[in-house]
């Protein structure tokens, strides 16, 4: 994920200070990590270095000064390409579910007491989201993003099925009598 791009994102709703996107961030990606305001301060500063945001005041509210940022037609243009670009599927399994079980078969070890516990967490993460988007007042970021997580959720839970159907097959390739 793009901090930069989700941050221009934020800023093309109006003006904002550091502390008001963290907070709409948090609010917006609810699944996703929390951004550190360290994070966003410097990506700012790096959207004002290369011409996408500019500062346009400051206020205090009665506590400490906030600088506002703005979008610029540059930065405006940025975020549209940005937006408009296909993200590639990825080219290569990196998943540390798939390691985990190759590396098991391949060191002798349990590979399907592996899966079946691998699947217990995933049913219960599953149930977590569940309830999460289906809670009274559950926002529309909330349920989209829960939805995200519950269809990879259930992509890895087909993936384990199929892999436990086959663990015999697999073991005796690696491991030959």
């Known amino acids: 994920m793009s901090t930069r791009h989700i941050l221009l994102g934020l800023l093309a709703g109006g003006p904002s200070h550091g502390y008001d996107l963290k907070r709409r961030h948090d609010d917006r990606f609810p699944q996703a990590r929390p ?3 360290g994070q966003v301060y410097t990506t700012l500063q790096r959207l004002v270095r290369d011409g996408l945001a500019e500062t346009c005041g ?3 509210d009665g506590g400490p000064e906030r600088t506002t940022y703005r979008s610029t037609e540059a930065g405006t243009r940025e975020l549209a390409a940005w937006a408009g670009e296909i993200a590639p599927p990825a080219p290569f399994v990196t998943n540390e579910i798939f390691a985990k079980v190759v590396v098991s ?3 002798g070890g349990d590979p399907d007491a592996y ?4 699947r217990a967490a995933h049913m219960a993460r599953m149930r977590e989201l569940t309830a999460v988007k289906t809670a009274p007042g559950a926002d529309l970021a909330t349920v989209l993003s829960a939805d995200f997580a519950l269809n990879h959720l259930d992509a ?3 993936w384990m099925t ?3 159907a086959r663990l015999t097959t697999l073991t005796t390739e690696v491991h030959p009598a």
């Open 105 to 107: 078969i391949l060191a």
């Open 156 to 158: 890895d839970l087909r």
């Open 35 to 37: 951004l550190a305001y």
């Open 58 to 60: 400051t206020d205090s």
């Open 115 to 118: 899966l079946r516990a691998q």
């Open 162 to 164: 199929t892999t436990a």
